[in-house]
């Protein structure tokens, strides 16, 4: 396959461009970019670097032939490495204003690379001799954004024709990364647990450890104090119209003292006792949310259809509002909690393998865990494995 960016060659660059925007239109991310842009630069694993150079400070997305557990450790090991160690990022500041990019020994000898830690902890477990890297964003101060592709010992470094190929994708890779700045952006608005109690259509209560109502939004009022199931006191008890639920209550606040605690479903029912369409399903707040409540929030509570049907919407709902993931996300980890097996998965969401593969490593990064038995716990205290309202 040509790699010629001549006069005539669609592939790589139309190609290229086009994956580029399609790659937005598929999934608000940038691992896919970097995916489709690793295949045209012949890069194993690619990479997508904030960095903050005046603050001598990194973080790093991957993507390429790295399993999650890598990913992980990776990542964590890059920013913890960063600080004043990354000689060829640090040397490459001043192309990267300049030009745009940089590549190969031309800012680092591979004699001094080779002897300093980055090196020895994050590029060679990795394979990476030769690395590109591409200024696609800047924020104040000394804050870019810079997306890198690396070839291995056994390969060739980049050479005229890359950077060709360079002059002709840079302007769009930074076009799309605005792009996906502005609408992540707006997703993390949207997702985040503070957003989704205010505007989301699942009804919200946040309790303390003692039971008392910290905030409860609209649809939760709706359901549950303006259809009699309960009610407020005065210092803002939750009071349900059953004794029988009331106690079931009590009951599950007591066993969320410990950390270890499964959510519990109420079935609620009236004061005449008879059952309502809709439970009450509770859980610790998880470690991984992003709580806009103040500290003391402990136990959250979701309104729930009790019909079998709703679940599915339900439930991801619930976790993306939690755990802050995306949509696509939060499929790909209800249909792990259900089957762990990322090929099934992939198969039944109609996503490639290397799609699933890539939102899980999210998925641990956001929830900060290194394995899918971690994360599957979470979701497990949250919904319940496998749980049907």
């Not at 004043?84 to 000898?109: I, K, P």
């Not at 980055?118 to 394979?127: Q, V, W």
């Not at 303390?208 to 359901?223: F, K, Q, T, Y």
């Not at 019909?307 to 509002?321: F, K």
Request: proline fraction near 3%; include cysteine.
């Amino acid at each position: 396959m040509s790699r010629s960016p001549g006069r005539g060659h669609k592939f790589p660059i139309d190609d290229a461009i086009r994956d580029i925007y399609g790659s937005l239109s598929e999934e608000i991310g940038f691992e896919q970019i970097l995916h489709r842009l690793g295949a045209v630069f012949r890069s194993t694993i690619s990479g997508l670097h904030s960095e903050d150079f005046g603050a001598h400070r990194g973080r790093l997305a991957l993507a390429g032939d790295v399993t999650p557990e890598e990913y992980v450790q990776l990542t964590e090991s890059y920013a913890q490495r960063w600080r004043s160690q990354n000689l060829w990022m640090q040397r490459s500041l001043e192309s990267f204003q300049t030009q745009g990019f940089q590549h190969g020994d031309a800012v680092v000898s591979q004699r001094e690379l080779s002897q300093s830690p980055y090196y020895r902890h994050f590029l060679k477990p990795l394979d990476i001799r030769y690395g590109l890297g591409i200024h696609i964003w800047s924020g104040e101060g000394l804050d870019m954004a810079v997306a890198s592709f690396h070839r291995g010992h056994r390969e060739t470094g980049f050479d005229a024709q890359d950077i060709a190929i360079i002059d002709a994708v840079r302007p769009h890779m930074m076009n799309a990364y605005a792009i996906y700045r502005r609408i992540a952006r707006l997703e993390r608005r949207i997702d985040s647990l503070r957003a989704g109690f205010d505007n989301g259509p699942l009804g919200i209560v946040a309790f303390d450890g003692a039971g008392h109502v910290l905030e409860i939004n609209a649809r939760a009022e709706e359901c549950l104090l303006a259809a009699g199931l309960a009610a407020l006191s005065p210092d803002r008890i939750l009071l349900f119209s059953h004794p029988q639920v009331r106690q079931a209550f009590d009951a599950a606040l007591g066993d969320f003292a410990q950390a270890d605690a499964k959510p519990a479903t109420l079935a609620l029912r009236d004061v005449h006792g008879s059952p309502a369409d809709i439970a009450l399903h509770l859980c610790r707040v998880p470690s991984g949310a992003l709580s806009g409540f103040d500290g003391r929030a402990r136990v959250l509570a979701f309104v729930a259809e009790l019909r079998r049907e709703h679940h599915a919407q339900w439930a991801e709902i619930v976790i993306r509002t939690a755990l802050g993931l995306t949509r696509a996300e939060a499929r790909v980890a209800l249909a792990l909690l259900q089957q762990p097996d990322t090929a099934a998965v992939a198969a039944a969401l109609g996503l490639s393998a290397e799609t699933v593969r890539t939102h899980i490593k999210t998925i641990h990064a956001r929830l900060g865990v290194k394995r899918s038995a971690d994360m599957l716990l979470i979701l497990d205290r949250l919904l319940g494995a496998g749980s049907q309202t």
